[in-house]
């Protein structure tokens, strides 16, 4: 019996190989299904998965048929290829994932795992008669596969940070460079306010095609209340921006307010294009709109929070959001982190929040190993703490092992959180 998802995770295609030849002659030998919808396509560093959801909700409420692609993948496959919402079912899996494997195996060149993903979502899109599609950048700009997009109707970047400097470039400028490559003539371009040397970079590459760039003015935004339920397992933000009195969102992040206003940026680009999208649709689209594990509230007693803040800018924003949140706290961290990250930066933020650190190596062949994650701790925290229970951290033997400590330390009124790795959260997630 063929199995989609042994398939696509075959070691074989799990390498890193950019560039868009191969995915372009795949989606050839597959009749170009990414042509037959229209594309918001998403990039950045950090909040664009947070604000490709907020734009594929608002979407969908405007009565479009809407996928969504994201990456990585956090738990299966079906999570990260959704359609209104709905996770791609199992057969739908195997008959797009057999159709791709038999043009893949055609090829002289076989393609990576990320490209037999992108063919996989590209083609159930059109199977299911999406009227459009939120495409998120896997790595970069420029040669991701995802890049095979030829005139995509909104070209959206995210706040850009320093991150994978090996392949992407070592300064800010660089990167963004490289994201940007993601710029077609014809398309609207719309992007957070970047650091100077990456906002001339996006506004090079629009200008080249002949657009203009869109940007949010966070200095018309403000947050009202957050509030949590009373069994703390969900919360509401309510926030007003520019026009819109009494938005509320249901992601709790410090900075989800202003990924949203991102985003109503990008609802007003494409409006400027023709498209239907009322106000309510907005509101409605905005306030339903849900993202896995960017500080969710997974459990309580004690209140377990996941958060797959991985570089220095998502732990400080995943700092700040634990203080706004809850006032006055201490966290027992969980924590994983992938050994080129810039874990010691990320330390520095979380150290003074924690009471506890327990130590994990995420479920990837770059996980940094725990035992130099656990040194880094009691170093770092040395420094900025002295002597302190949290620069005594736990190994854990596994994931479950983190958890069940985690909890037991935490005690049923305390706060947990866990932390550093996208690629760690379904198999916490699993162990709750």
Request: charged letters at 20%; hydrophobic letters at 45%.
């Amino acid at each position: 019996m063929f199995d989609p998802i042994a398939y696509l995770e075959n070691p074989a295609w799990r390498v890193s190989k950019l560039g868009l030849d191969r995915i372009a002659e795949l989606m050839e030998r597959l009749s170009r299904p990414e042509r037959t919808y229209r594309i918001v396509h998403v990039a950045g560093t950090n909040g664009k998965g947070s604000t490709a959801a907020f734009v594929s909700s608002v979407l969908q409420h405007a009565g479009n048929k809407v996928g969504l692609f994201t990456s990585p993948t956090i738990g299966d496959y079906a999570s990260s290829i959704l359609v209104n919402g709905e996770p791609i079912p199992p057969e739908g899996l195997c008959a797009v994932t057999r159709a791709v494997r038999e043009a893949a195996e055609a090829m002289d060149d076989h393609p990576t795992e990320f490209e037999l993903a992108c063919a996989v979502s590209f083609l159930w899109f059109e199977r299911a008669g999406c009227d459009v599609a939120v495409i998120e950048v896997g790595l970069g700009g420029a040669l991701d596969s995802t890049n095979v997009i030829e005139a995509p109707e909104l070209c959206l970047f995210a706040r850009i940070a320093l991150d994978h400097t090996g392949v992407l470039g070592a300064t800010l400028g660089e990167i963004a460079s490289e994201k940007a490559g993601i710029v077609k003539r014809g398309a609207s371009v719309v992007s957070w306010p970047q650091e100077p040397e990456a906002m001339q970079a996006i506004e090079r590459a629009a200008e080249a095609y002949g657009a203009s760039v869109r940007t949010p003015d966070f200095g018309e935004l403000s947050v009202s209340s957050v509030e949590l339920s009373k069994d703390g397992t969900f919360g509401i933000q309510r926030f007003r921006y520019r026009g819109y009195d009494d938005l509320s969102i249901g992601l709790l992040g410090s900075y989800q307010p202003y990924n949203a206003a991102l985003a109503i940026e990008a609802i007003e680009a494409l409006r400027e294009r023709g498209w239907a999208i009322s106000d309510e649709a907005l509101r409605c689209g905005l306030a339903e709109a849900t993202w896995h594990g960017r500080f969710e509230i997974a459990a309580v007693n004690p209140t377990f929070v996941i958060d797959g803040g991985h570089n220095p800018q998502g732990a400080r924003a995943l700092a700040d959001s634990l203080k706004r949140v809850f006032p006055g706290r201490k966290a027992v961290f969980v924590i994983g982190v992938l050994a080129d990250k810039d874990y010691p930066e990320m330390l520095e933020e979380l150290l003074p929040l924690g009471s506890a650190f327990i130590v994990i190596e995420p479920p990837n062949l770059r996980a940094l190993p725990a035992e130099k994650l656990a040194r880094a701790i009691r170093w770092t925290g040395q420094d900025l703490l002295g002597c302190s229970a949290c620069t005594n951290p736990y190994i854990a033997e596994d994931i479950p092992d983190a958890v069940a400590k985690a909890r037991e330390i935490a005690g049923p009124d305390g706060l947990v959180c866990a932390c550093g790795s996208l690629y760690s959260i379904a198999e916490i997630e699993r162990a709750l």
